[in-house]
């Protein structure tokens, strides 16, 4: 190994050549090999059927796969049932039990466990400091918000040193700025405690702010694994690209292919030049994939250089805080996006005709949607 080089952590768990149906006839997980690797956090991210959460199930022990076999620890463990994997779990609704008081609750599987009533006490105790609770564990979960419960229901799922933390939508009963705060307290816990998270969203923002790696599922098959920043700026495919952050998509074909370049005509007219992601050569019908904020607005008359010059029509402007985007009419997309500094639209007005420009490396040519 050459001097520098960081070796990767070894693999935690280990899907090999699973496939999950459910009639016999449709794959909701297809052919998964997928390594997880101890002390990170990665995050399974897609659309609702997607089989993402399938895939949590699986590994929990409360599905079976139809075919393959998962590993823990290098442990085959898919005739191991659920409490014998050694594996926390979080849910969206919390699955408190509502009679027990907090305490309780959080004690739950140390009582599973048979822990001695000492240790199992130091560690509830412990527990309720690192929610930030130490007051609150004589209270029952009816006495908590929804927040509160969450933390509970978090500090449950740590509190026998699990050597694997799963977690399915934790935070999607929350409102938007408890789910922000949440994210970022889940995510310190996983840095200090340095424990190892399956998480599943079919929140991209989400996804992109907690993860150490994202594995983007579609169809029961993984589009693309990698980290966020990776994911967004280099997308594998159309989907991934529609489905990571905000996206415009230009139809096209191509004209002619320049090594890590392509010339295409865009079917609502006029012509690009675009990074090859995803083509097949000349000929081939493509999407193009351009990000809102790599796109320049130029009024109409003024002057430009930009090899990627498109005529446009202002559609409507929307402020939204910290920035504006401006809905335009590009090559016969009528809900093409750019986003703007906040003030900036203030002189484009509806029905406007405007030229956009941008660069080539920041246009990729990917397979037709």
Known sequence: MEAGMVTPAPALVR??????????????????DLDIRKGEFITLLGPSGSGK???????????????GEIYLSDRPIKN????????????QNYALFPHLTIAENIAFPLSVRKTNKAEAQERVNAALRMIKMETLGHRRPGQLSGGQQQRV??????????????????????DKRLREQMQLEIKQLHETMGITVVYVTHDQ????TMSDRIAVFNDGIVQQIDRPDALYEHPVNSFVAHFIGENNVLAG?????????????????GAVTARVVNVSGAGALTSLSVRPERIVIIPDGASSDGPNRLAAKVRNTIYLGDHALAVLDVAGNGEFMVKLQPGSHDSLGHGESVFITF??????ALDPV
Do not use: W
């Not at 191991?80 to 849910?91: A, E, L, Q, T």
């Not at 229901?153 to 929350?174: I, S, T, Y």
């Open 15 to 32: 899907f090999s050549g699973i496939q999950k149906t459910y009639d016999g006839e449709h794959l909701v997980v297809r052919n998964l």
């Open 53 to 67: 959460t399938t895939t949590l199930m699986m590994l929990a022990g409360f599905e079976v796969p139809t075919h």
């Open 80 to 91: 191991v049932p659920p409490h014998k994997r050694d594996i926390g779990m979080v849910f």
């Open 153 to 174: 229901a978090l500090a449950r799922a740590l509190v026998f040193n699990p050597q694997l933390v799963l977690m399915d939508e934790p935070l999607g009963a929350l």
């Open 205 to 208: 923002s989400e996804a992109l």
């Open 253 to 269: 074909t191509v004209e002619s292919v320049d090594r890590d370049y392509c010339r295409v005509a865009l079917a609502g007219g």
């Open 359 to 364: 660069r080539p490396e920041d246009c990729l």
